[in-house]
């Protein structure tokens, strides 16, 4: 009898949440949510400017935490996360920033576990890419360095099957090759040939790294 009303309680729970959630689509024509998503996105934070666009592909999921997925999203941007990506947030959340006219693209199998991504030129992340906790992807320096020397947003690419453990920062203008490890702590500020370990301040190639396409999460 307790585990049938837990059921009921919980099928209760998700009916609430997809009614949440088809409220926000309806507040923000920019906001798509495919319907096998997470019905848990009704708990995470929306930020969205008139013109922005989200879309969140079927089979995303995240756990039901309160402000545990974070997207901001301004005028002409936009936020793509492919089918079947895991945006885990019981560690920390995962935050998501696209500013004006920029396209944030994290490909399908992703797996961002408490990471933070930032474009304000353009971010792309590649399909079965793992971000760790605490890592941070940002193709800017987010403010000038002083009047002579402004802010340049460059885009970071970051291939398919790469593994950017925790606590790692990769900075503007970075490219990292497809089937990488890059290990804790480092800070990537140059980019990284494919099938390479990488780690250090500043991160260089170690070592080689196999094909990633068939590692479990």
Known sequence: MRNRCLALFMRLVAALDRRRLRVLMRRHPGLEIHPSASSAFARATFALEPGARVRIGAGVATERRLDGVRISVRTGGEVIIGENTWLRSDLAPVILNAYEGARLEIGPDGFLNGAQVSAKA?????????????TRVWDSDQHAIDEQRPERPR???????????????????????????????????????????AFGIPARRQGHVGDRSRVPI
Do not use: N, Q
């Open 122 to 134: 353009g971010v792309r992340l590649g399909r079965g890419t793992w971000l760790g906790p605490g």
């Open 155 to 197: 885009a970071v690419e970051i291939g398919d099957h790469v593994w950017v453990a925790a606590d790692v920062t990769i900075l503007a203008g970075v490219t990292i090759g497809s089937h990488c490890v890059i290990g804790t702590r480092s800070l990537v500020t140059s980019s990284i040939a494919e099938h390479s370990l």
